[in-house]
């Protein structure tokens, strides 16, 4: 099994920056992929930022140029890195793992941005 487990949430003002940690535990030999999703109550969560299996980097149009994601293979750790924030950022944002064996994808518990204007 793969654990994940956020960080770096809080509350910021507008225009400022906040950044994510995703630390990844157990079988990472099993993790093909991994991404940032966000989720506002009422809402389907959403993709913000991942890597995909070839290494490459995906990201949503609504964070194109704000957003910015990497990973510290040594640590098992995946950031996300949020520049100039909005109010409409505002949501949980989850970590996410594809991975090779079942059940094939697993998410970390979340972790609140809140964007005040």
């Known amino acids: 099994q793969v654990q994940l487990v956020e960080s770096g949430g809080g509350l910021v003002q507008a225009g400022g920056s906040l950044t994510l940690s995703c630390a990844a535990s157990?079988?990472?030999?099993?993790?093909?992929?991994m991404g940032w999703y966000r989720q506002v109550p009422g809402n389907q969560r959403e993709l913000v930022a991942t890597?995909?299996?070839?290494?490459?980097?995906v990201y949503a149009d609504s964070v194109k140029g704000r957003f910015t994601i990497s990973r510290d293979n040594n640590k098992n750790t995946v950031y996300l890195q949020m520049n100039s924030l909005k109010p409409e950022d505002t949501a949980v944002y989850y970590c996410?793992?594809?991975?090779?064996?079942?059940?094939?994808?697993?998410w970390g518990q979340g972790t609140q941005v809140t964007v005040s204007s």
């Open positions: 157990g079988s990472i030999a099993s993790i093909n992929a």
């Open positions: 996410s793992a594809a991975l090779t064996i079942y059940p094939h994808y697993c």
């Open positions: 890597f995909t299996s070839g290494g490459t980097t």
